[in-house]
């Protein structure tokens, strides 16, 4: 299997060599030439089997260029007990009758992004080795939060590889942003950057682009990749789970063999939901997609009108991980849902470039709403669900969880739609631990994130995530702070360029 450009400005490619590349350099995204189809029977067959096998299948199917045998290894490490201590890796919980959560933040540092990022290092160094790289790579990544310390902590002191981390410093949570400053590794970095996520978004697909500054970074014996979910090695593992949750419910017989289901996901970056998009793809008998948006909702409109429209206020919120306009991984979606139609994607993307706006044509509208609806979540409305589900199930969810739920919610109650489903719970409560103790409890006077953590955990009695125990006696390790303008220049710096 080959790896095309979306925008058909780059040959047809390998695995190893798409996920060292991480995006297209001229602009666009690599994709798969064609998606795997699975028949009903043989996604049966893997109903008893470990996550760690479903993994192995799953990736042997994209991962052509690589042996079997090491897949199977790479896949040993990256989801051993010490990652991942949850036998299950990404357990069900039953909340009712309909609904189900797919836990995701079992990993390392409480996020979904782990599931992905414990994986992506081993892919990376084993394409390194494949494609016979003699330059040392530099992941560079934007975060709006989760994805900044997951990768961080996945590449840490990795042999070869480098990793830079801009994040939004007003745009993240305390403990998110806690979390990226102790890391520690003698090849990590990370950047606090004055203005939001989008920014920082631009401005590291600039630099991929930017062939001038590639040419230096060649030249000192380097070469960019990413761990943002525009490099397929981050994405193509987060399918997995999608397979591991309809098969752990055919296992406990709450569906039957073939049964509709939906997925329901809280989204930003739009990355997680298009991997369910893919499972659907290759056979999972979903119903519906239902894309959860907070207030950012540019998401919500598009699956509504067509029309992508950035032109809008961006607004902070108590879930930031999704605090995003410029949605990365819809051009992935729009590509497949056009029957690969780069003329398309150029020009509704070189529209958004120029008039930060573009709308798609009838046709594609309504592939797009016979799979997708889209909702959003107010924050009253998000405080009332994290409240509602703690009190009725008591059951302690995060904010970017009850944007989902309280999205799912509002679904259910205008379609009717009772069809059992599957929301995608994208991160440990303690993360953001402020939000949820005011959500479940009025009289909070307490300003500390780390006091705030230790209420909570007294009011609840979950039990604090290890990745969240000791964060507040962690000493920080990066205290860099820069305007979007030197961004270059830091990289320049940190490279000793």
Known sequence: MNYISTRDNHSPISAAETIKLGMVPEGGLFVPSHIPTLKEEDIFAKKNNSYQ???????????????????????????????????????????????????????PTAAFKDLALQLLPYLLKQAVLKTALNKEIVILVATSGDTGKAALEGFKDVEGIRIIVFFPDQ??????????????????????????????????????????FNKLLKKNGYQFSSANSINWGRLLPQIVYYFAAYLKLLRDNNIKKGENFNIAVPTGNFGNILAAFYSYKMGLPVNKLICASNENNVLTDFIKTGRYDIKRDF?????????????????????????HDSTKIKRWYHQLADKKSFTVDQKTLTKIQNLFVGYYAKEKEVKKTIKNTYQYYDYLIDPHTGVGLSSLNKYRNN?????????ASTANPYKFSKAVLHSIKKDVNEKNQYELIDRLNKLTKMKVHRGLADLETKKIQHKKKINLKDIKEEIKDILSL
């Open 415 to 423: 379609s009717g739609d009772l069809n059992t489903t599957v929301l």
């Open 315 to 339: 607004k902070k919120t108590i879930s930031p991980s999704m605090d995003i306009l410029i949605s990365s991984n819809l051009e992935r979606f729009l590509f497949e849902i056009t029957g």
């Open 53 to 107: 096998d479903l993994a192995v299948w799953i990736l042997n199917l994209f991962l052509k260029d690589f042996k079997s045998k090491t897949i199977k290894k790479i896949v040993n490490q990256a989801y051993c007990k010490n990652n991942f201590p949850s036998k299950q890796v990404t357990p069900l919980v039953r909340l009712n009758k309909y609904t189900y959560l797919l836990i995701l933040w079992k990993g």
């Open 171 to 212: 745009g993240v949570s305390k403990i998110q942003k806690d979390q990226m400053l102790t890391t520690g590794g003698k090849n990590t970095s990370a950047v606090a950057i004055q203005g939001n996520f989008d920014d920082c978004q631009s401005a590291v697909k600039e630099l991929f682009a930017d062939q001038d």
